[in-house]
């Protein structure tokens, strides 16, 4: 059975306006927080996707109450309730996403204990739960592989601890930062991320009453405290999202207003795109990005975690890019399989030579490990109409961008792997004027 089919017919621009809200990076890590509060939490600017739905019902069989108004993006998350869940019940839910791992920390100090299922996600590099399984030992957990999952229980409580993460991990902070808040003592995260997803999961849990403090130099020390409250917050724009729409616009000529989007949260992505070729306008509601004419740049960028280039902007960019003219080289130094999405892209005429090699001006952990983690994009080269696979999530975004900038009709299938991260993607579609049919 085809899992969601589209019809593009490209080599049109994409003009109009839409809106981007809450960042899928933050939003379901602080419906995890709303775990940790005696009182009832509201959340605002919450994003109809996926993960939303998959968080709302694991947070139900918890027996947390969950009130989500979609029209105008309000959660409202009442745990008074909390209970323990069937580990049957969580892994049907679950499905693939990660995000289960995320409510040890939360369940341990309410309930003494949590189960959580296997977990999946992308398949764009090694993310296993083990890391964060020995973060939860290092705060006093005792955890028991099963055979249907993993059981947790912590009878003494939890107590604060030193981490010191090898690698900036986005995954990693969080679940120190959700397990900290309430262990007794000290906790000391050293190595830790600090993307603005992060430090606004940080002004929710301060909200809540908790003490964390950031210094500049990756190091967030965190006051365990006895009772956290329900929180009122706001969650920042989705970065991902909008570069997305951003590289859309570059890549099929066009001009895209995106309500919504913070210029301080891109900044790097703004410099990068500037550098290509491509245009904006920054206003107080958002961004506007547009296609200025003439060629575009070719360019060498390298990702890396905050506040360098984000590993989730590359793959729309180079789309754009196979449009540049010359050699653009980008090396990706966060995830180290994210280059399966251009298969694709040559497909469709693009030319892209992928390479073990670390191209670029550093070095890194991926280098002797025999990753293909470096692309080679040759440009200007017209696309062409083709069926394709999404791979996942960003990916998937990417080959809708390379669908929309090709002459001719293309068919993507896979698309509900969009729908966990970018909202009502078909209707923006639609406000942007592109000719998207869909077959299934």
């Known amino acids: 059975m085809v899992d969601g089919l589209l019809q593009v017919e490209g080599g049109r621009p994409l003009n109009g306006e839409i809106t981007v809200r809450g960042a899928k990076n933050l939003v379901p890590k602080a419906m995890v927080a709303a775990l940790l509060g005696t009182t009832p939490s509201v959340l605002h600017n919450v994003p109809l996707i996926r993960d939303v739905d998959v968080v709302s019902g694991l947070l139900s069989l918890h027996g947390v109450s969950v009130d989500y108004d979609q029209a105008e ?7 008074s309730r909390v209970e323990s869940a069937h580990m049957a019940d969580i892994d049907a839910h679950a499905g693939s996403s990660r995000i289960p791992i995320l409510f040890c920390g939360p369940l341990l100090h309410r309930l003494g204990e949590a189960f959580i299922p296997d977990l999946g996600g992308c398949r764009i590099g090694d993310r296993p739960i083990d890391f964060h399984l020995d973060i939860l030992r290092a705060f006093g957990a005792t955890v028991d592989k099963q055979p249907q999952g993993i059981r947790l229980t912590a009878p003494d409580g939890l107590r ?21 808040v309430r262990a007794e003592g000290l906790t000391e995260l050293r190595g830790a991320a600090v993307e603005p997803e992060i430090m606004d999961l940080v002004d929710v849990l301060q909200k809540m009453g908790a003490i964390i403090s950031v210094d500049t130099d990756r190091t967030i020390h965190v006051e365990g405290v006895d009772e956290l409250v329900g929180y009122n917050h706001r969650a920042l724009p989705d970065r991902i999202e909008t570069a997305s729409w951003a590289s859309a616009a570059l890549a099929t000529h066009g001009d895209v207003f995106v309500h919504g989007a913070h210029q301080s949260d891109m900044t790097t992505f703004l410099n990068i795109f500037r550098k290509v070729g491509g245009a904006f306008d920054v206003r107080e509601d958002g961004i506007r990005f547009y296609h200025p004419g003439g060629d575009l740049k070719s360019i060498v960028v390298e990702t890396n975690v905050h506040p360098g280039f984000m590993t989730d902007w590359q793959q729309p960019l180079v789309v754009a890019l196979t449009q540049a003219e010359g050699l653009s080289i980008v090396h990706e130094t966060v995830y180290e399989n994210r280059f399966g999405f251009t298969g694709a892209l040559r497909k469709m005429g693009a030319t892209i030579q992928v390479y073990r090699e670390c191209l670029g001006g550093t070095a ?30 960003r990916g998937g975004f990417s080959h809708l961008i390379a669908a929309l900038a090709a002459e001719g009709t293309s068919h993507v299938e896979g698309v509900n792997l969009i729908d966990r991260g970018y909202e009502h993607f078909m209707s923006k579609l639609a406000a942007l004027d592109a000719d998207v049919t869909r077959l299934a």
């Open 364 to 393: 890194c952990r991926f280098g002797q490990r025999n990753f293909y983690h470096s692309a080679v994009i040759s440009g200007p080269t017209p696309l062409h109409g083709a069926d394709i696979v999404v791979p996942d999530l």
């Open 160 to 180: 604060g601890t030193v981490i010191d993460l090898p690698y900036p991990s986005v995954g990693a902070t969080e679940q120190t930062l959700l397990t900290a």
């Open 73 to 79: 993006g309000v959660l409202r998350l009442d745990p």
